[in-house]
């Protein structure tokens, strides 16, 4: 597999939902924090979206796409001059049969899912993203239509078999979404997302991820992707924010706490698959990244299996919203 896919394979969305919900008429819906991240589109209308922290609203009209990785509280509203009603008053409402306030021509349709990432550290992947990841672009719009339209017809038109096809979709929409954003932020971003849009830095990324147990020196990665040593470790470092060596590090610490949530292995089994010669130095690195020691991260208690089901409605805000 290719980095990101190796990334997004190990944070493991075990718990995920997959729906659409409707903003209508004159309406501000607050929503809390949240963990994981919220992948959503919009399909029809238009709305604000406002989140703490980020300086001004951001408009959204159909065709776009957003990501939410950081989990801080926000507001999707038709009118900014409302006053936002707290997401669970609005479950309460539509679970008692109330109708809130509805209007036609102020109604926005939004389709999307919610992944909570249980792999190793997550938030080394959500923290190398902004807030909010809006994707705009009418050509980036329309990399997303066909994604768009499945999940529409899926939550819309009910068929056997829609639920998983929901969910697929959803997670395409964030691989897709995190595509365009790379492609779109690259110049002048840091972070290790961003090093992948490098030709030659992903490959030396990719060096590592295919063969991690390797001994791999920065002069050997250099001489892999045609670059001097100098150059080659000066724009790692500027492009993905630490050296390739804190890279490899942090890389095998990830795939080795993914190990100890997942096989029975021994620590030093695990070690020695990952190019350390001694159970001590692997279980320094791995408190020093990890920030425990091997045997304290494999007694963490283990994130609960998931049956598999996303909930999924086409006009039910909790399908997606929680």
């Known amino acids: 597999m290719d980095p990101l896919s190796d990334v997004l394979s190990l944070l493991k969305p075990r718990s995920y939902m997959s729906g659409g919900f409707r903003v209508n008429g004159n309406l501000a819906v607050r929503f809390p924090k949240h963990q994981g991240i919220k992948c959503y589109a919009v399909v029809s209308g238009e709305c604000w979206l406002s989140m703490d922290g980020v300086p001004g609203p951001v408009h959204l009209s159909a065709g776009d796409c957003f990501l939410l990785p950081r989990g801080l509280p926000f507001t999707l509203a038709t009118d900014l001059s409302l006053t936002p009603i707290d997401f669970h008053t609005i479950l309460e409402q539509l679970r008692n049969g109330e109708v809130v306030a509805s209007n036609p021509d102020r109604e926005s349709y939004i389709v999307g899912g919610h992944f909570l990432l249980t792999g190793s550290h997550a938030d080394i992947f959500l923290g190398s993203l902004p807030p909010i990841v809006h994707i705009q672009k009418e050509s980036d719009k329309a990399a997303m239509r066909w994604s768009l339209e499945r999940m529409k017809e899926e939550l819309r038109d009910p068929q056997p078999g829609g639920s998983l096809v929901a969910q697929q979709l959803a997670y395409m929409m964030i691989v897709q979404a995190l595509r365009l954003h790379l492609a779109d932020e690259a110049r002048g971003s840091v972070g290790w997302l961003f090093a992948l849009v490098d030709p030659q830095l992903s490959q030396a990324i990719t060096c590592i991820h295919e063969d991690p147990a390797h001994r791999w020196t920065i002069q050997e990665l250099a001489e892999r992707v045609g670059m001097s040593r ?21 890389w095998r610490m990830l795939l080795a706490g993914d190990r100890l949530n997942t096989s029975d292995d021994s620590i030093s089994a695990i070690a020695l698959s990952l190019g350390y010669e001694s159970e001590s130095a692997f279980g320094k690195a791995f408190k020093r990244i990890m920030g425990c020691s091997p045997r304290q991260y494999s007694r963490r208690p283990k994130a609960p299996a998931t049956d598999g089901k996303a909930q999924s409605g086409p006009e039910r805000t909790e399908a997606i919203a929680s």
């Open 230 to 250: 100098s150059i080659f470790a000066l724009r790692f470092k500027e492009k993905a924010g630490a050296t390739p060596m804190e890279y490899l590090t942090r």
